[in-house]
Structure formats: structure tokens, C-alpha cells
């Protein structure tokens, strides 16, 4: 009930593709969903979010599509770049007041140029 | 702007030993958390903090303690490291709000022996 599910676990695409990255989760109640990306080394580092009475957040090259109904949204990278190659994790908030994030396994993205 | 600094950067243990892992931040944030991540899982929550003073366990608490010294530090102790475990010990930090970022450190890489 409280899982987050990505896929898939690894993604290669061409530079100035779009990447695409699937999310979805079982809980109804989530309601806030924000995407980190992780570089080697590196802590996870908010890219971006979107609240559950949205269906679409771009932000320049970065849009997350949403549907409520079937619990599922995606990231799009359009124009994937080679430093965008990281690892994006998908997360869901617990409605709870607590402020925890459930984190899906991620997917690691390799931009080839 | 702020930062998370997390020491030591490597930590390496031999089996049975108590190990602690040392988180700082000067967000001046009030709730900090310590996730961990293994290869292909995301990242689990192993115990946060909403404000000085509090402790609240996450899903794979057991194994490990926590101490929230003040409102700038938070240390976990791994209480009997386990032979053959490898993973990425994150901390992080966020306002006390919903859907407040969460801001990551490097992490410390455990390994032990």
C-alpha cells in the first residue's frame, strides 16, 4: 500500500531524445509527488514536483504527467542532454503530517552523445 | 543557501562493531531524517527527526539508534554491523511544512569487513 514503483531500472537514449520515466504507486492518499536526481557521488537533489490536483508541472526541459485515476505519472526529458546521465528517483509524500517521502528504486538515465 | 556535511566519507567495520555516522546542517532546518540506500532499492528510511528532542522511527529502524544532539546535528549508530553489508548512509534535512524539500548530503559509504 505505501510502494513507490519505477521503471525501468535503466534507460539509454540518444542525445536530444526525449527520455521518458515511469512512476507508480498503490496509495490513493498520496498526495505530493517530487522527483530527485542523484549524480554518483552525490546526495539526491530535488529536480522536480507536482501536487496531486495537477496533471502536468513543466519546468524547462522537465515535464511530469500525472493521472490520478490510474496512479501513474511519468517524467519527460525532452532534448536529453549527456549531464542529464543520472539516477531519478520518484517519491510519493506519506498525507500524515510527518513529512516522510516514500522513495521508489530509481532509474539510472544514460544520455549517449 | 546552506549545506549537509556528513562524516566520515568512508567507514569501514568489522562485523559486530558499533559505528556511528555524523550529519550537520546549517539550513537551520528543524527536521532531519538518515535514509539508506542499497544498489537498485531507492532509498529507505531508517529514522527522522521533526524537531530537537524528537525521534521517530522509519521502516528499517531496527538495527540501528539515533540521536538528535541539537537542532543543527543528527547521528546514527549502526548498533551491530552486519559481515557483507555495503551501503550508502544519506542524511538529509527539511522544514517542518508538507511537501517542504528535502536537502540531501554526500552520504557515508559503509563497508564491512
Known amino acids: 500500500q505505501q510502494q513507490v514503483r519505477q521503471s525501468p531500472q535503466s534507460l539509454t537514449v540518444w542525445e536530444g531524445e526525449t527520455a521518458i520515466l515511469n512512476c507508480s504507486y498503490e496509495n490513493s492518499a498520496f498526495d505530493y509527488f517530487p522527483w530527485y536526481q542523484q549524480f554518483p557521488g552525490e546526495g539526491p537533489a530535488l529536480l522536480i514536483s507536482i501536487l496531486s490536483v495537477s496533471d502536468k508541472k513543466e519546468d524547462g526541459r522537465f515535464t511530469i504527467f500525472f493521472n490520478k485515476r490510474e496512479k501513474k505519472l511519468s517524467l519527460h526529458i525532452a532534448d536529453s542532454q549527456p549531464g542529464d546521465s543520472a539516477t531519478y528517483f520518484c517519491a510519493a509524500s506519506v498525507p500524515s503530517g510527518s513529512w516522510q517521502l516514500i522513495f521508489g528504486s530509481g532509474t539510472q538515465l544514460t544520455v549517449m552523445p | 543557501g546552506g549545506i549537509i556535511t556528513q562524516t566520515p566519507k568512508f567507514l569501514i567495520g568489522q562485523e559486530g562493531q558499533k559505528l556511528t555516522l555524523k550529519c550537520q546542517q546549517n539550513?537551520?532546518?528543524?527536521?532531519m531524517y538518515w535514509y539508506r540506500q542499497d544498489s537498485g532499492k531507492g532509498l529507505r528510511l531508517i529514522y527522522y527527526s521533526i524537531t530537537e528532542n524528537d525521534l521517530q522511527k522509519g521502516d528499517l529502524s531496527e538495527g540501528y539508534d539515533a540521536s538528535r544532539e541539537k537542532k543543527s546535528s543528527f547521528s546514527l549508530t549502526v548498533t551491530s554491523a552486519q559481515k557483507n553489508e555495503m551501503a550508502v548512509f544519506l542524511c538529509a534535512s527539511s522544514r517542518q511544512s508538507n511537501y517542504a524539500e528535502q536537502f540531501f548530503g554526500p552520504g557515508t559509504r559503509l563497508t564491512v569487513l
Open positions: 539550513f537551520n532546518h528543524d527536521t
